[in-house]
């Protein structure tokens, strides 16, 4: 399946304490800005109806605002409980002063 890249924000609209939640093609997506690099995963947490980007950002990890559990941004995995299922994640990169994401069908 070939690559579908979507422009999706600049990147000074993320910030390096907050992620930001965009929309692409019907899905909620977060994004992180750490160390100059940009990581994107599905906004919604895989234990409860919570949006990641309301989380807590530490080192690579969100917590989720709900219950405490955190997720690695680089890869998706669940990292402690009560969460027990990886989040979905995106790739991204940057051209320029804008970030890309490539959306593939799940």
Known sequence: MSEQWRDVCAVEAID??????????????????????????????????????DGYLEGHEIECPLHQGRFDVRNGRAMCAPLTADIRIYPAK?????????????
């Not at 692409?24 to 906004?43: H, K, P």
């Not at 940057?94 to 799940?106: K, Q, S």
Request: overall charge negative; hydrophobic content about 40%.
């Open 16 to 53: 390096e304490e907050v992620p930001l939640a965009v929309s692409v093609d019907g899905r909620e997506i977060a994004l992180y800005r750490i160390d100059s690099q940009i990581y994107a995963t599905d906004n919604l947490c895989s234990h409860g109806n919570a949006r990641l980007c």
């Open 94 to 106: 940057t051209d320029g002063d804008r970030v890309l994401l490539n959306i593939m069908p799940a």
